[in-house]
């Protein structure tokens, strides 16, 4: 028994928390935009690792760097909003790419990016 109330004790940790500076609480945080910039208003930045162009449909494949990318986000590029047409996560569909998770998203519409780039979705 003394060996399993060992193991709770260890799993038993105090929660740290997080430290927000003062001018950044109550503030939605910070949106990551290309060049490092913060930009405001975007739900979603994606990091482009491949992208695929196949007739008038784009496929890019990369790491959400913010948010949560949604079905039902588009993209603004070249002054047109571009929707988002299906997301592939796990070679699985899905509605949602959480913060960190890496995936494939297909576009209804040509977009010119590059390895490297920030997608802002909104």
Do not use: W
């Amino acid at each position: 028994m003394a060996f399993l109330e060992y193991l709770r004790k260890q799993r038993e940790k105090p929660s740290l928390g997080f430290c927000i500076p003062e001018k950044r609480q109550g503030s939605s945080g910070p949106k990551i935009a290309k060049g490092g910039e913060y930009v405001h208003g975007a739900k979603a930045s994606f990091e482009v690792t491949g992208v695929y162009l196949v007739g008038k449909e784009t496929t890019v494949i990369g790491r959400v760097l913010e948010g949560t990318l949604l079905a039902k986000h588009s993209l603004k590029s070249a002054g047109k909003d571009i929707p988002v047409k299906e997301i592939m996560a796990r070679a699985q569909k899905t509605e949602k790419l959480p913060f960190g998770e890496s995936g494939a998203v297909y576009l209804e519409g040509v977009v010119n990016a590059r390895n490297g780039d920030i997608l802002r979705f909104g």
